[in-house]
């Protein structure tokens, strides 16, 4: 599966994005315009977490099916 999104909010751009499950942490960085992508994701169920320049945002338990 792939995964993509966009962070909406001031101080996004180039920020970390991560989708982990107990077996993997995948890890990208948002580009200047604070969109992301996973690519070739495993079904399962992930927490992404996305860390800004003063802020931490965390989804958890995101169904990917």
Same mark, same amino acid.
């Given at each position: 599966?792939?995964?993509?999104?966009?962070?909406?909010? +001031? +101080? $996004? =751009? +180039? #920020?970390?994005?991560?989708l982990? %499950? %107990?077996a993997? @942490?995948?890890? @990208?960085t948002? +580009?200047? #315009?604070?969109?992301?992508? $996973? %690519? =070739?994701?495993?079904?399962?169920?992930?927490?992404? @977490?996305?860390?800004?320049? %003063?802020?931490?945002?965390?989804?958890? #338990?995101?169904?990917?099916?």
């Amino acid at each position: 599966f792939s995964v993509r999104g966009q962070i909406l909010g +001031n +101080n $996004f =751009a +180039n #920020a970390s994005v991560k989708l982990s %499950d %107990d077996a993997r @942490t995948l890890e @990208t960085t948002a +580009n200047e #315009a604070s969109e992301f992508r $996973f %690519d =070739a994701v495993p079904a399962g169920r992930y927490d992404l @977490t996305t860390h800004g320049k %003063d802020v931490e945002i965390t989804l958890k #338990a995101v169904e990917i099916t």
